[in-house]
């Protein structure tokens, strides 16, 4: 049962994207969820979340148009379970 539901805007990060979801992953607390919401990235981004996807089960990929940070939490909270 997922306690935490984390919900990270993504939006051409690749260059920090390792290390942001690396704390995530390496912190303590293990009932959780991370749900990226790719916001139309242009760069490398959602291939790099969707190897981590494939790594960890309990991180989630969402993607859609360019539509700001807000819009793009809203979306993530909507797909939350924690």
């Not at 494939?54 to 148009?65: A, D, G, T």
């Amino acid at each position: 049962m997922t306690k935490v539901s984390i919900i990270m805007p993504v939006f051409n990060d690749a260059d920090r994207l390792d290390k942001s979801i690396n704390t995530v992953i390496n912190q303590t607390l293990k009932d959780i969820e991370l749900i990226c919401v790719n916001d139309g990235s242009t760069d490398d981004s959602l291939e790099i979340l969707n190897e981590f996807a494939k790594e960890h089960e309990f991180i989630k990929v969402l993607s859609q148009e360019n539509q700001g940070s807000g819009k793009a939490r809203n979306y993530g909270m909507s797909e939350a379970t924690g």
